[in-house]
């Protein structure tokens, strides 16, 4: 039995080494072809310094190398710290120096654009070196393609991935072999994956999602096709792509779905080798969801459940009967070797029916965030049930209740986050990044309930006085410091901000009244 | 006209996508989707806009890498709709 990541590897390598084990902009490597490049990598960043624990920026966009460049890090011993590709130079440095990155996989063009100052090698998958410890990809070649014996341990750091943060800085959110491990375990026991599976990775890398496209694919023997950032933006290319790589299990955020849904001209595609269609993130529209189910009669749908810092910790299976007369689809119940706890305010359980906060433990809950023990004591708390065991229970922040056939339902946050398309925002976050502008006195960004994306973005500012800013101007700026699907797609520029009678910004107004 | 097709898709595309992606400056023949300026959530508000703009309807099978590429591109296919609409 795996206790580390790579070792899902060493198993579908030696078992199936001519199958595909990833296919990505028309590229593709066999279990044989990863297994040796992966090693050849691991061996390289040793060479250069990267011992057990440290931290590799993987910074270029989705490729066969991805998965190269995932599985050679952790043969190191290292973690890996996946970068989003488009997100900006300056979020991107903050969280190059938060956890210290020390190497890159990246491109020459990227590379100039981010250049961390810890940096001791980085290793590009295209592009010419210009300097010493620039290396190009050919150097692979000169290495062993044998791995290097694991040194690890199950609790070691596997990788670190960055999301919103309520003050302006990402977060980064701890993963272990064994976190990853007890939910890959779990998929592959509940969804039975074998070697005859095609995966789609259609999320983001540096998005949790694709950590079950991934491993679930390596550990099974099958191939993972992943979708390329630019494939994303055209439904129908996207729609051609499960057509022609004759993909059998589709995980997304339901947007991606409700977007095939609307302009993919689904009912004349042959889609009966999708066995099983998994969605997370945000909560997928009932109306969608039932035209979706009709669409694919052969498929099993699942409602997979579980913010970062967990995984996946609950999931419900589709009822094919019962979507009609559903109004809201339960989250379901909790995973193999996890327990959820619906709790009041005061720590104690609520009963049935009635709405308490989501907590989680068991062995798929993040040991903390990177560097901030703060914000670690905050969202692990003791377990008040487990007195004489140190253990700690994640506070999901997720408002929940039980319905009466013992599934969760999600009703909504007890703090300023809100969800598109799948992204975790921290209000305070866009808030921070509008603060950050010279001219602006006051700043809000409400959220507003969107059927296809889960929430709009609109922001309200004041200016100080005799300040003439655009709202295009504020936009491009924000567009400086936080990712594209965090920039508000509106910016209302007013003299004040509405306030209540405690003085505080009167969001609820704000969110009512509208604007452009 | 086609001028005018020109700059208003040209002006959109500065005023409603480019900001939000961190960019200034767009040319005509520059990749849109590369560069991020056009993306998933962008391709619809950019069509959305068209069709209301110009009285034309895009169909799902023209929302392609060749026409909404570039500003050229989309401008091509703006003048098609608006001569078949004329026709």
């Known amino acids: ?516 | 006209m086609d001028r005018d097709v020109r700059s208003v898709v040209r002006a959109f595309i500065a005023t409603r996508l480019a900001p939000s992606a961190g960019r200034a400056e767009i040319a005509d023949d520059e990749d849109l989707i590369d560069t991020g300026v056009v993306n998933s959530l962008g391709i619809f508000q950019l069509v959305a806009f068209l069709e209301e703009r110009f009285q034309i309807a895009i169909g799902d099978e023209e929302i392609t890498p060749e026409n909404f590429g570039t500003i050229d591109g989309i401008e091509r296919l703006v003048a098609s709709r608006i001569a078949a609409r004329a026709a």
């Open chain 1, 1 to 516: 039995m795996a206790y580390l990541l790579q070792q899902l590897l060493d198993v579908s390598a030696d078992r199936h080494p001519d199958k595909p084990a990833v296919r990505a902009r028309e590229r593709s490597l066999t279990y044989a072809e990863l297994h040796a490049r992966s090693s050849q990598l691991a061996h390289l960043l040793r060479a250069q310094g990267v011992a057990r624990g440290d931290r590799v920026g993987l910074f270029f966009p989705k490729a066969v190398e991805s998965v190269v460049a995932m599985l050679g890090v952790l043969k190191a011993g290292a973690v890996y710290v996946p970068l989003d590709p488009h997100a900006p130079t300056r979020r991107l440095g903050a969280i190059a120096e938060n956890c210290g990155i020390s190497a890159l996989v990246t491109t020459a063009e990227r590379l100039r654009t981010l250049e961390p100052r810890a940096l001791r090698c980085a290793v590009l998958v295209s592009g010419e070196p210009r300097a010493a410890h620039e290396i190009a990809w050919s150097a692979l070649d000169a290495f062993p393609t044998s791995a290097p014996p694991d040194s690890g341990v199950e609790t070691d750091l596997a990788y670190i991935l960055y999301t919103s943060g309520s003050t302006g800085q990402p977060k980064g959110v701890m993963l272990t072999h064994r976190n990853a491990l007890t939910f890959v375990d779990w998929c592959a026991a509940t969804f039975v994956i074998t070697a005859d599976d095609r995966l789609s990775n259609h999320a983001p890398l540096h998005f949790d999602l694709s950590v079950f496209d991934i491993y679930n694919a390596l550990g099974a023997g099958a191939t993972v096709s992943l979708v390329h950032e630019e494939l994303t933006v055209f439904p129908r290319r996207v729609a051609d792509f499960i057509e022609q790589h004759g993909i059998t299990v589709w995980y997304s955020v339901p947007s991606a779905l409700v977007y095939l849904l609307l302009h993919a001209d689904l009912a004349a595609r042959d889609l009966d080798r999708l066995r099983l269609v998994l969605f997370a993130g945000e909560v997928f529209p009932m109306k969608y969801l039932q035209q979706l189910a009709d669409l694919l009669p052969r498929a099993e749908l699942y409602n997979l459940y579980g913010p970062t810092e967990t995984n996946v910790c609950t999931y419900h299976h589709v009822d094919r009967w019962r979507l009609a007369g559903q109004d809201r689809l339960p989250i379901g119940r909790a995973c193999a070797n996890t327990e959820v706890l619906v709790l009041d305010a005061d720590g104690r359980r609520v009963a049935p029916g009635e709405v308490g906060e989501l907590y989680v433990r068991g062995p798929s809950v993040t040991p903390g965030y990177w560097g901030d023990a703060e914000k670690t004591r905050r969202a692990l708390v003791p377990n008040p049930f487990q007195p004489h065991l140190d253990e700690r229970l994640y506070r999901t922040g997720d408002l929940v209740t039980l319905d009466e056939h013992g599934e969760l339902v999600f009703l909504g946050r007890r703090d300023n986050q809100v969800k598109s398309r799948g992204y975790r925002i921290e209000l305070g976050d866009i808030e921070a990044a509008l603060y950050a502008h010279p001219a602006v006195v006051e700043a809000a960004v409400v959220a507003t309930r969107d059927e296809d994306l889960g929430s709009r973005l609109r922001a309200f500012v004041a200016l100080k006085p005799g300040e003439d800013v655009t709202p295009a101007s504020l936009q491009a700026h924000c567009a400086g410091l936080v990712p594209r699907y965090m920039v508000p797609e509106t910016i209302n520029v007013r003299d004040s901000l509405p306030k209540t009678s405690t003085g505080k910004t009167d969001r609820a107004r704000l969110t009512a009244e509208g604007g452009v």
